[in-house]
């Protein structure tokens, strides 16, 4: 749309008294399509002009009255509003001719070559399950780094293990205690889970338990030979099963650097906050007071000399910084850390690095699924790899019901089920928790990847139909596209680039989502009024292409949010 709203940009500068770049990020979409295509409120202008809104753009709209512009074809004002109606073949032959020509380029820019985002997801903790709490930073972060990519710029994902701490020292106890190799080879992931949950089933009957996990910790941190042979083991077990789900899901990582990455950066964190002059000692231990900054104090290092979690969180920022020099660092993590980040934003920016203000906490609500709440400690946890297995499963039941004989169903299952896990995540707004329903999340005529994905795999089926007729664009089938359906579809296909961009700079995957829902919509209202096969051929070849650019835009925006789109199911 850009063209077109720079053509409207240059036409009213002479006539508002404002850029044509202003102009051009006033423009608004109509809420209903009878009201044109773009609209530029007057609001703005009424202060200078001594006019209402209303009477503004009436004025305008006279000024404008019998001329036509290369994309527009009439102004009209509208209550405060001075609406233009693009030419409905123009828009129609620039909009598809585009999309069949940059096939799976369409809604990508360059807007960001030559800047880095990195992003910081996942990170689930080692040796516990892979559980379902850890989907949404999981998928969010996966579709942000795709739309990012998409926009030009370098993407660096890292996926920030839970592979340090006390529990460490709770997962040797257990084992050195009530261990068995064999148990713990046939599932480790699962076997060390069990032995954490009976750690703290024990703990509170036999407090020794507590002050031997923290001996077997600090002796981990000292550097000892046998606890860290038991943390590197348990470390790279939990990785080899986690990469079992990530594999399933078609996400990698650019790198694994877990908090045990930067411990050997931590003395120089503490002593960069000394030099400062922000931290001082309170009871031992030493503190930064944000208290005048609005926030509670945060402690960098304990009495006994033990470093917290902030202090790693500030060693991978400024480790992040120095490496990869980005001009955006997203933390995709849960709602409920939101004082930790403040306070991790302002102690960097009272460190003196300006680069602070580029540091970015993408905050989320909680998943809920019927079955109820979950707690890692009370062994009570929705295993992930257990809802995707679930979701390919019931997706394969569907598929036997509706297409018996299709000929791969089990591609087309995974496909389905795993869609709908991401796409029940993604199409809700990141920040309100969600419950799981299952049966919506599959439902075929529901606002569900399935329901967009059938919308594809429906398309796919009329152009085999169509009997492998050549889909060359020509400037004139866009004139054969007058049908309200065909040219509302137009309208919606091409406004795949700026939801794209939306979605990254709002950092809202489910701006996409919700737009492949309307996509999906214009297609359906299409198909069910303005049938392909058997129509003229002149009209038959444009809708042909008309399907066909729609087509590419739902592969390209469901592969924007990490989703296959099966051809047939």
Not at 396 to 404: L, M, Q, S, T
Not at 445 to 464: K, M, P, V
Not at 523 to 534: A, E, K, T
């Amino acid at each position: 749309m850009r063209e077109y709203k720079d053509e409207i940009g240059r036409l009213l500068e002479p006539l508002v008294n404002l850029t044509a770049a202003r102009i051009m990020d006033l423009l608004e979409v109509p809420p209903e399509p009878q009201l044109g295509d773009l609209a530029f409120p007057c609001f703005s202008l009424a202060p200078v002009l001594k006019k209402s809104p209303a009477a503004i753009a009436e004025e305008l709209s006279r000024k404008l009255s019998g001329q036509r512009g290369t994309f527009w074809e009439k102004a009209v004002s509208r209550g405060p509003y001075l609406n233009f109606f693009l030419d409905p073949v123009v828009f129609a032959r620039d909009t598809l001719a585009r999309i069949l020509k940059e096939k799976t380029d369409f809604g990508k820019t360059n807007i960001g070559q030559g800047r880095t985002v990195v992003i910081d997801y996942s990170s689930p903790n080692i040796a516990k399950p892979f559980g379902i709490g850890h989907i949404r930073s999981t998928v969010i972060g996966h579709a942000l780094y795709l739309l990012y990519q998409a926009l030009g710029y370098r993407c660096i994902g890292i996926n920030h293990l839970g592979d340090w701490g006390t529990q460490f020292g709770k997962l040797i106890v257990a084992y050195k205690r009530w261990g068995n190799e064999a148990e713990l080879l046939a599932d480790p992931v699962n076997y060390l889970f069990q032995l954490y949950v009976k750690f703290h089933q024990l703990a509170d009957k036999e407090p020794e338990l507590e002050y031997e996990a923290r001996f077997w910790f600090k002796k981990l941190e000292e550097g000892d030979a046998e606890a860290y042979d038991y943390w590197n083991r348990f470390r790279q077990m939990s990785l080899d099963n986690y990469n079992q789900i990530y594999d399933l899901l078609g996400i990698k990582f650019d790198f694994f650097h877990g908090e045990s990455h930067y411990n050997d950066m931590l003395e120089g964190v503490i002593r960069l906050a000394r030099e400062k002059g922000i931290a001082r000692e309170s009871e031992g231990a030493l503190i930064v007071d944000l208290e005048p900054h609005g926030l509670p104090p945060v402690m960098l290092q304990k009495k006994d000399g033990a470093t917290l979690y902030i202090t790693r969180d500030l060693a991978a920022a400024i480790y992040r910084y120095e490496t990869f020099n980005f001009a955006r660092a997203l933390y995709v993590v849960g709602a409920e850390q939101k004082l930790h980040f403040q306070q991790l934003f302002k102690v960097l920016e009272l460190l003196g690095f300006e680069w602070a203000q580029n540091c970015f906490h993408i905050p989320f609500g909680l998943i809920r699924f019927k079955e109820g709440r979950m707690s890692t400690r009370e062994g009570n946890v929705i295993f992930l790899e257990e809802v995707l297995q679930r979701a390919i499963r019931m997706a394969r039941e569907i598929i036997e019901e509706k297409n018996p004989g299709l000929a791969d169903k089990e591609s087309a299952a995974i496909a389905v089920g795993l869609g709908a896990v991401r796409f029940g995540d993604l199409s809700n707004d990141r920040i309100k928790d969600i419950e799981f329903d299952w049966d919506k999340a599959l439902d075929f005529s529901g606002e569900t990847a399935a329901y967009i994905q059938y919308a594809h795999a429906r398309i796919c089926s009329i152009l085999r139909k169509a009997g492998g007729a050549e889909l060359t664009w020509s400037d004139d089938a866009a004139a054969y596209l007058q049908q309200e359906e065909e040219r509302a579809l137009v309208k919606i296909l091409a406004l795949l680039p700026e939801k794209v961009l939306a979605s990254a700079e709002a950092y809202r995957p489910s701006i996409l989502a919700r737009y492949l829902i309307d996509v999906a919509r214009g297609f359906n209202r299409f198909y069910h009024r303005c049938p392909v096969l058997g129509s003229d051929a002149a009209l038959q070849q444009a809708r042909l292409l008309l399907i066909d650019a729609t087509r590419q835009v739902l592969v390209n925006g469901l592969a924007l949010l990490g989703i296959a789109a099966p051809e047939e199911m």
